[in-house]
């Protein structure tokens, strides 16, 4: 499985981004699609996370802003990013998980969020 982040940029406070993943490859196992993201000398952090079910949660940072979506028919993930804050600026990874049984785990290169006060 191969995933590609696009949609990053630079946005001013309060502004709008939407972020997508696209995957490649067979997705059949996966049961989880994920944002993370790591901002400079901080640890990397899991934004939220779209079941193949379509359940959904969200870090407590992002509620109510940050909206994820999962298309696992077209293998495409979304995130709707509104009211965006500084503290938001990071890189942003998509990321996809197996079930623990067969634990794989595949990382997208990442795309630039910067958000200017």
């Known amino acids: 499985v191969q995933l590609q982040a696009s949609g990053g940029g630079l946005v001013q406070a309060g502004g709008s981004l939407r972020l997508s993943c696209a995957a490649s490859g067979s997705i059949s196992s996966i049961t989880a699609m994920n944002w993370y993201r790591q901002a400079p000398g901080k640890q990397r952090e899991l934004v939220t996370s779209?079941?193949?079910?379509?359940?959904?949660n969200y870090a407590d940072s992002v509620k109510g802003r940050f909206t994820v979506s999962g298309d696992y028919a077209r293998k495409r993930m979304y995130l709707q990013m509104n009211d965006l804050k500084p503290e938001d600026t990071a890189v942003y990874h998509c990321?996809?998980?197996?079930?623990?049984?067969?634990?794989?785990?595949?990382w997208g290169q990442g795309t630039q969020v910067t958000v200017s006060s």
């Open positions: 779209v079941t193949s079910g379509g359940r959904t």
């Open positions: 990321n996809a998980k197996t079930s623990p049984f067969l634990g794989a785990d595949y």
